[in-house]
């Protein structure tokens, strides 16, 4: 009889204790999969989170609350999770930033000289067509990623040939890269793109190498979008609010009421900048 109450006694403290594992493991798991993957897709956060609920039969997932909660552990690593808005591909994604100095160290301990040097023949190879291009403003169709700001597979993978690294390990390279989101493959996998990560990490890079505007609303590169001629400041389409008294008359600069000009290509050679 008291064996049985004791035997009672331990299955409810054992159920307590797989309870509070679960929640661990959840949230540890959740964390492993930010810094195995480093950035994602909404949706596929969406299914990963389907897939663990599934598994663990753990209560549903708050994705701001599990994003919140792992911010506080990685706070400690100089990680934070980050939501960012892909112009070119119309995503939202979720990337692991890791801070600038942290930054440098971790690209210096996890990929080498060459294929640093890979990797920014490659950004200079997407962004210097762009800059050369002599857009028309006023044409609503001027500015096309595929077309202006993208290169060929097979001149991406000859970039190798300018390095160290082998013809065939550059392949593999820019593969690894393309599945890591720092480049995008566009045109049914003819060409690639500066990736979602590219510009969620290396921004500030690019604006200062190549003297490209900054969004005032998110701070990220903006190649195409609104202007303000009189700040001499951009947005991205997504970046500026829009509702639906705006929708028929022209949007305001939120600073000065001035019109803003749509569509703008910001590269230096068509803004007064
Ligand atoms: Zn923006
Ligand atoms: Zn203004």
Redesign the pocket.
Known sequence: MILIVFGKKILQKKSKMTENLEHFNVQHLFRQFFLKNQCVSDAQLECWINRIQQKLHSPPMDKELAIMNANRIFRHYGFTIRKVFSESIDETFYYLLTNDIEDALNAKSTWTQAENAFYHLLLDAIIQPFLENDFDNDDEDAFNVAKHLAIGMTSANNLARNTTIAIILGEKIVKNWINQHWFKQIDSGNKITLGVRTIAQKSSYLIRKYGLSACKYCSLVCFHGFF??????CWHEKCLPVNSTTLLSPLL??????P?AVNQIFNNKNNNN
């Open positions: 303000c001629s009189r700040c001499n400041v600069c939120s600073s000065c009421d001035s803003l």
